[in-house]
């Protein structure tokens, strides 16, 4: 029996990265502008931004993404009324014709989405050497000590959540209640849903002492089917996220230099300075005064 080999179609592909970059800016920042012969997208993974594009000024909330075009000059500004931005900023080239449904787009992301972010930005961090938050530093080095296959995975990723961007817009052009969705996906959107209804109360509580028995009553869940859906979902535990929410919450309020650091400790629930400054220097690397100074000078730049 003979076997036809069938080539798979390539519509769209990435090749080549230019830079790869995380910031956590205060208040104050801004960056004069650039333009450049590439692709650029840039996602805020948490606060607020404002970002302009030529002509267009566009307010970016979290969860939201924006694309610059090869040629467009774009800047950032973050203003004393912006909450202090975690922004993912990757810069990429792709020829493909396809790649026109990205100009001038600006878009809120679902679940899917910024599950797929997520992967693309873990990946990086795998992939290439620090620093990731200097904006003078675009040479891309790769690790000795990557996982196997990482920029490869990254590659895919990033391919991946372009065409399930192409893809939303393209639902948005149709009549989606004509579909029936099969139950297997529903069940997972529920489940999706329930993770983020869990992620919620959590924010909402940052100020308390959060336990598992507490999250099963107020979701009516099993500790096993929480833990099992949020692992799903989140890929780390509830109690661990919980505690990486604070940690995120914590270096907001550093920058925002509304308050000082016996006050942030209680206001996400530590009973003493001791404690928040050991968590936080067991997640960021740092103390939080250092993590502060660093902060304050990223301003500048």
């Known amino acids: 029996m003979e076997f036809t080999r069938h080539t798979l179609e390539e519509i769209l592909a990435v090749r080549k990265l230019i830079s790869f970059h995380y910031f956590e800016f205060a208040k104050g920042y801004m960056f004069e502008g ?18 302009k594009a030529d002509d267009r000024t566009h307010q970016l909330e979290q969860g939201m993404i924006i694309f610059h075009k ?36 600006t878009m809120q992301l679902g679940t899917r989405e910024r599950n797929l972010l ?15 938050d200097n904006s003078h530093i675009h040479e891309l080095i790769s690790r000795e000590n990557a996982p196997f296959a990482s920029e490869q995975a990254m590659r895919n990723y990033l391919e991946t959540l372009l065409i399930q961007l192409i893809r939303l817009q393209d639902d948005a052009d ?3 209640h004509t579909v029936r969705k099969p139950a297997s996906f529903q069940t997972e959107k529920a489940e999706q849903q329930m993770a983020e209804q869990i992620i919620s109360f959590m924010r909402e509580n940052l ?12 979701l009516h869940l099993g500790k096993s089917r929480l833990k099992e859906i949020f692992h ?21 309020l550093i920058r925002e230099q509304q308050y000082n650091m016996t006050e942030i400790a209680a206001k996400l629930g530590y009973s003493s300075i001791h ?3 050991r968590d936080f220097k067991k997640a960021t690397g740092m103390p939080p005064s250092d993590y502060a100074r660093s902060a304050k000078a990223r301003v500048k730049i």
């Not at 810069?91 to 449904?101: V, W, Y």
């Not at 997520?118 to 990731?132: A, D, N, T, V």
Request: with cysteine; aromatic share 12%.
């Open 174 to 176: 149709r009549d989606r």
């Open 207 to 218: 100020s308390e002492q959060l336990t598992l028995d507490r999250l099963c009553q107020e």
């Open 232 to 252: 799903t979902q989140a890929s780390v535990g509830p109690m661990e996220y919980f505690k990486q929410l604070k940690i995120e919450e914590a270096k907001t």
């Open 118 to 132: 997520s992967l693309l930005l873990q990946e990086g961090f795998h992939s290439f050497e620090p620093p990731y």
């Open 70 to 105: 090869p040629g467009e000059f774009h800047t950032i500004n973050v203003s004393q009324q912006h909450k202090p931005p975690n922004l993912f900023v990757l810069s990429f080239e792709c020829t493909a014709p396809c790649m026109a449904r990205f100009e001038n787009l």
């Open 34 to 51: 650039e333009q450049h012969d590439f692709w650029e997208l840039l996602y805020v993974d948490k606060g607020s931004v404002e970002v």
């Open 275 to 277: 404690y928040f400054s």
